[in-house]
């Protein structure tokens, strides 16, 4: 079986004991702590069109060993509520399957490791079919979806069988919301759209949205990916930005899910916590990276096959051609060793040219701009750098 040796990492696991359907092609993985809309969230699923498969949904209600009374109390009655939702909610084709509340170690207690075990529990039923090409959806317990959610997720894998995973359209929920509240989340918004635009302008070939809710893989590319990061915040970016090194990651655009957009602070970073600091005034969200930074960043990846095999007197009069925030962002990184690296394990251009962006990756990048708005820019009015970056892309279409 294809997931075997993953698996055998895991072997003291608890794992759902039904035995899978053998038509089950998608599993829906739900991490659910301390959540009062989840019921709102399995209600839209219950709605879905159901594709030609048998569809799995586990939500995995979690807290830490310590973990206060009133959380594990909440945990248990959310359990409950969650096993009677079911059993008055059955439908064929579709199953549900309540977990915990689990107890995880304090050192990894949060939202990384509760979706580990979720989506290690469907590779596992997965492996039991011998079914690598099983569709594995992330999605969160404050989450709405819509009607076509399961079928558009099942035909872009049909359609798209080279993609090892895909990111769905998102749209936070904003009725009832209001005044500042309602102003954050559409600036949020906007500038999550900004700043992918923005990076696909620069040349980085894999822009994607990173939402926890909103993602898909296969089983196989989960695996081979040393499955979910157990990080307490920020767990999907992480997933994400290492699985496109493993093949393309599509975009489902058919179907929108809907991400609460509630004030939270349970983890560090995240659509919760930057509303947080923007309704107490602790950050700007009508400001952005400057779209100068993006342009000399698509400077130096516009002429980096020039590093193919290039020699240390080439390569320090090439980065004296490259804008400053850039070029002495590089040499403070000592890019030039990991630059040697690249050209003593790439024996041509191509497998140079793949490998330069594991290299020079989204983490790398969001560092570069933190520098270069430290010591070269300063954050702009988010309209005036998307008009700048809309500009732009007309100009080089």
Known sequence: MFANRYLQKSKNFKWIEDIPDPDTRIIVVIPCFMEPEI?????????????????EVIILI?????????????????????????????RKNLRFFVEGPVEFPSKWAGVGVARKRGMDNAVRRFNFLNRPEGIIVSLDADTIVEKNYLTAIFDHFLNSPADVGAVISFEHQTE??????????????????????????????????????????????????????????GEDFYFLQNLV???????????????????????????????NKWMRYE???????????????????????????ITEAEYHIYINTLPESIRNFIIEENFQ??????????????TFDIRFFQKFNAFKILKYLNYAHTNYYEKAELDSQTGLLNLSLQRFS
Request: overall charge positive; some cysteine.
């Open 62 to 90: 979690n807290h830490s060993v310590i973990s206060k009374e009133e959380v594990r109390l909440y945990n248990q009655k959310t359990a409950m509520e969650a096993d009677d939702w079911i059993r008055n909610n059955q």
């Open 176 to 233: 009832n919301l209001e005044g500042r509240h309602l102003q954050g989340i559409l600036l949020y918004e906007k500038y999550l759209a900004y700043y992918r635009r923005a990076l696909r302008f620069s040349g980085y070939p894999h822009s994607i949205f990173t939402i926890g809710s909103a993602f898909a893989v296969r089983a196989d590319a989960y695996v081979k990916r040393g499955g979910m990061s157990r990080r307490q915040a």
């Open 245 to 275: 090194h493993l093949g393309n990651v599509g975009e489902i655009s058919a179907t929108t899910v809907h991400p609460s957009a509630r004030l939270s602070d349970r983890v560090p970073f995240g659509t919760g916590p930057v509303l």
């Open 337 to 350: 060793d990991e630059l040697d690296d690249l050209n003593k394990n790439c024996s041509t251009l191509k």
């Open 39 to 55: 019921i709102n969230t399995l209600e839209s699923l219950v709605k879905c069109d159901l594709p030609p498969c048998s569809t």
């Open 283 to 309: 950050e700007d969200l009508s400001k952005t990276y400057n779209f100068n930074s993006f342009c000399d960043l698509r400077e130096f990846f516009r002429i980096r096959k020039k590093l193919f095999r």
